[in-house]
């Protein structure tokens, strides 16, 4: 298929590409690696009239580390976040989301910036991020302003993001020490496809026992959904089998989904439990703890 | 700014400046403007990978990357590769280790395993499953790619050339010099260059597109169709609608010609064609299908063939009063005597199966180009199709025009297992626009055109009953079959004779009753898919003879062993069966898989399985009654007798038919495989070959072959018989020279000879042709279907692990034994066999077609339709046993379509040995799975007997309810 004829922007800098967003509005799109935005346009859930390409804009790319804070530009691709050796080391489990979305050919065009911003239910990084405690920064022709990341998605493909405003990168606190965080999500193959239910868990341990727990579900909810129920259950007590069990329950019962062709929601209710389960084991044993 | 960009791109170390429009695509600009089309669209939203080229040296989906995106980049496509006359190391890595078959696929996975090898030039296995899982390849050539990336080193420097890549690569010990061997592919290297054009690849000077605009709902009449503003757009040529083409009623199965190209009235599902336009360019051809005016009176639909048939149900062929009640063919059969069969029986157990309603999903879209030669009234037409014959005589029958007139031309064909088996629409539209404009016009599917024009797999509901002794004899057999048409016949008819007509071919069954009824739904039509009819019907017995084993105590394989069918068998519908070695498959695979070291001995989640499959190698009766042969070469030897052309109509469609003809050729003359070259498949140059369907190209287009080459043989020993002063019947043609069989040293070069006879008779020409027996089949209705000349045999043996909390089930290990006869290239062979392996996971597993409640397809591209990857491939090991096959040529039979058939029961039977749960309806779904692990498990935790069987895993249809 083809898409419809475009006005084309290619902004030099930022304050360009916003003053665009700006100016066209709803009717203008940025265009990071189109993964998402050129198949939206083919079946008609894309319509604006107004491409603006944020190639050119400098400083958006890349991946440092910045008096402890793990920077991540929105247009590093998402190739380069999962192969990254700071991402790795800081925060595998953003790694391992990276990793797990679509083919090498989308990965080496998607960036992290757009895996955010297009919002899908199903996106991989962005549970992963949220548990890491990760913060947007959005650059906007007034300004620039920074969100915990769990506030950036606002529904099922809508954020926070104002006329004019762009993601520009995605900031992660140093993760406290004693903590490990998993990704666990299931898909009806093993190569590329769309999560049906995802589970992102960081644990972090006192001693023998639990003094944080963030969860954040992917793909049963029109946002990535933290469940604070089964954070304050995980809290202060002793990692065990029956305990990940109770947990995984209670994302379960907090769990939206909807039924799709890629699952019942009673499946992916039922997969959220298990791949809680999967998910606090991984990160107790990343964070050097061990379950009873 | 919505005008051109001026744009620079550097191309396979060019430098490029282009003029784009801003929402071209990088796939769009390398294949229009560049002409560069070894990219391939396959589905135009970057789920195929058949688009990869590298951007700066990382392989991206150049369907999703906007040429402006990429200015001022560097690009290499699969042209790019070679450097000079020489292939690059990994394009002859991929030749020789037979890792293409239709090709569609390889320039996308090329660029991928370039992009990895640039940055890893020695990966492991999983890295380059992981560096090829974005590319999807339906032949299932994943495992031989994965050999040629690993291997690819071992081609640096190295000449490609037609000789096996193993030293005598062959499976069996034959005498022959060039058939039985693993030669170089024949259109191997210009599969892994770029080189082959596929029909969508050509282009013609003033070359208009056109598409096609069909109903937006089910069931309904056509009360206001207005084509104006369509017809006003800028760019738009020509809009059809049904007062443009012929009224003819047609259907590719002369039985029931229920079809119109374009709808004047009644419309019976979502995508039934009313309206097709061309215009100047693609996407003026689509803004203009938008502006197709419809108004429709929407009628009640029905989605599912059962509730079709009830009293009530809406009428989808209210025109044609034979089909009452929606029943399209009805099938009623007894053999033996069933109620007497069952009365003797020690054990009978019943089971209903369901099936799924899959797609061939051929990697290559069907597409079409049709040309109006002005200086006669005359059309050629370029289709991407398994059958060109039926399409020949299809447009003659369409058009009114004699066959004489119609040129029709096979360029490479990117997959098809049945999906292009018939004219479709593109064919006919693109040959009334040619005509009604006097320019080219191009057609083309869209992937979701493709899952909406169907002929895939009829979903069948089977009910099946088995009666045995208690020695596990077979005393009767009982199927009733409702298979879900769609709304059109297509090749249905013969679908549901297939359904029942094969069953009696692997087992002994002296008694044995089928009632099949085909039942138009308003869905897209069913057809014909690898297998045809009978993947099902199999999956659904190869099961119950599990159930019914461990009823009485019987080992899976013993069973089989006990009622295996034997050589020279005639079955109890009168089919006749040659060459039978089913129980050496049987034997070989159970020793192989270390059968009984494992079966009920893995732990809880691992389990192993049997099933067991065959097919026809060629239908004994072509679709339509004639008195032509089926299959017909001729064989040309050059002026100087250096060089052999095969003129055949035969249907390379990723099978390998070319290579095995050319081998045949070549052996029977006696000369190098390398002499022999294949003219292109024109029906101006080849003569009549019905195609590619019912495996029946290496047995029937081989034999014809076979004969050509035998005639000119004799032709060229004639000569040399009288230079060497020898009876001719004394000279042996091999590997280009003649040589008396007693006293080698007296010999003439085989070219001098032809060269000899040319300057004395002329032209130097041998016809061949291959007619079956007359008399195949029993004389009662429908007999005809299921006869062959001969048919093959294979054991498959699977090894899955279920994870026992999502229902996930993952295919370990399959190994393979089939009885194909000779095998004539074992290269070409073990890909098939592993493609059907590959396709019959995801048949089993994934795959499934799914409409909402209005009958809209649920699906319809390949994120939501998924196929198996090369990370679900499992661990492959297939061979051939010792067969030869008297109806064959050299001793051949079929492989293709009879290898997927055991592929479904062997992992339903797996499943079920590693979790107890008994998978009777398609796909296996983790969900399906996990329901029955949880119907298994009683409050108190004890898990449930073997044995049991769950009805309650239904529940969940493809058309109104949640799909699993």
Known sequence: MTIASIGWHRPASLAEACALGLRYGSDAAFLAGGTELIPDYQRARETAQHLIALESVPGMRGISQDQGLLRIGALTTIAAVAASPLVRELVPALADAARAIGSPQIRSMATIGGNFCRAVPCADTPPAAIVSAARVRLVGTTGARELDAVDFFTGARATALAAGEVLVEIVIPVQPPHSGASYQRFARRRGPALAVAAVAARLTLDGDRVAEARIALGAVSPTPLTVARASALLKGAKPSAALFEAAGELCAQAALPISDVRGSADYRRELVRVLARRAFQEAVARAGGSVQ | MSGELMIRLNVNGEDRALAVRPNATLLA??????????????????????????????????????????????????????????????????????????????????????????????????????????????????????????????????????????????DQERDHAVVGRGVTRYDGPDKVTGRAKYTADLRLPGMLYGKMFGSPIAHGRITRLDVSRARALPGVVDVLTAADVPAVWYGVSPAREDEQLLASDRVRYVGDEIAAVAAVDEETALRAIELIEVELEELPAVFDPEAAMAPGAPVIHPEKPRYAGNVNTRVDWHFGDVEKGFADADHIREQRFVGNRTYQAPMEPHAALARWENHADRLTIWTSTQTPHYVHRSLSRMLGMPMGNIRVIRPPVGGGFGAKAEATPLDYCSAIFAKRTGRPVMMEYSREEMFKHFRGRHKQYIDLKIGVKRDGTITAVEQRVVLDGGAYTSYGVITAYYAGSMLPTLYRMPNYRYEGTRVYTNLPASGAFRGHGVPQPRFAFESLLDMIAEDIGLDPIDIRLRNATLPNTRTCNALDISSCEFTATLLRARDTSKWPEKKGKLPRGKGIGVGCGGFVSGAGYPIYRSDFPHSNAVIRVHEDGTGVSLHIAAAEIGQGSDTVLVQMAAE??????????????????????????????????????????????????????????????????????????????????????????????????????????????????GGAVGT??????????????????????????????????????????????????????????????????????????????????????PEI????????????????????????????????????????????????????????????????????????????????TAAGGVPA
């Open chain 2, 668 to 781: 029977e003359l006696g000369v190098p495989y390398e002499w022999v070259w294949l003219a292109d498949c024109d029906t101006t140059t080849s003569p009549l070959d019905l195609g590619s369907y019912s495996s029946r190209v290496t047995l029937m287009a081989g034999h014809a072959v076979q004969r050509a080459a035998a005639k000119v043989r004799a032709q060229v020993l004639a000569i040399a018989a009288g230079e060497l002063s020898r009876d001719a019947a004394s000279l042996v043609a091999r590997g280009g020279r003649i040589f008396v069989r007693d006293e080698p040293a007296v010999e003439m070069e085989w070219a001098a000879a032809a060269r000899l006879a040319f300057g004395r008779h002329g032209p130097l020409v041998g016809t061949g042709s291959y007619q079956p027996p007359k008399d195949l089949g029993g004389d009662f209705k």
């Open chain 2, 877 to 956: 090991h297939t061979a051939a046993v010792e067969s030869f096959e008297p109806n064959g040529p050299f001793g051949a039979k079929e492989v293709g379509e009879g290898s997927l058939v055991p592929v479904l029961g062997a992992i339903a039977n797996a499943i079920y040995d590693a979790c107890g749960v008994r998978v009777t309806e398609l796909p296996a779904s983790p969900e399906k799975i996990l329901r029955g692990l949880a119907a298994r498990a009683p409050a108190d935790g004890v898990a449930a007997p073997p044995g049991e069987t769950l009805p309650g895993l239904a529940g969940h």
């Open chain 2, 788 to 873: 062959s000349p001969a048919y093959s045999f294979s054991t498959v043996i699977a090894e899955v692990t279920v994870d026992l909390e999502t229902g996930q089930v993952s295919v370990d290990r399959v190994t393979d034994f089939s009885d194909a006869g000779t095998v004539i290239n074992p290269v070409t062979f073990h890909g098939q066999v592993e493609g059907s392996i590959v396709m019959g996971l995801g048949e089993t597993l994934l795959e499934d077609t799914l409409f909402d409640s209005k009958g809209s397809a649920m699906n319809p591209n390949l994120h939501d339709y998924l196929i198996p990857t090369m990370q679900e491939t």
């Open chain 2, 29 to 170: 600009v390398l294949r229009d403007d560049l002409g560069l089309t070894g990219a391939k669209r396959g589905c135009g939203a970057g789920d195929c990978g058949a688009c990869t080229v590298q951007v700066e040296g990382e392989p991206v989906a150049s369907c999703l990357m906007l040429a402006a995106a990429a200015d001022g980049k560097t690009v290499t496509t699969v042209e790019g590769l070679a450097r000079g006359g020489d292939l690059h190391p990994l394009q002859k890595a991929f030749v020789k280790h037979g890792a293409l078959q239709c090709g569609y696929c390889t320039s996308g996975a090329l660029m991928s395993a370039k992009a990895l090898l640039d940055r890893d030039p020695d990966p492991s296995r999983d890295d380059i499953k992981a560096a090829l899982s974005g590319n999807l390849c339906r032949c299932g050539t994943y495992g031989r790619m994965v050999s040629a990336v690993e291997g690819w080193r071992e081609h640096d420097g190295v000449p490609l050339d037609a000789l096996p890549r193993a030293h005598g690569e062959r």
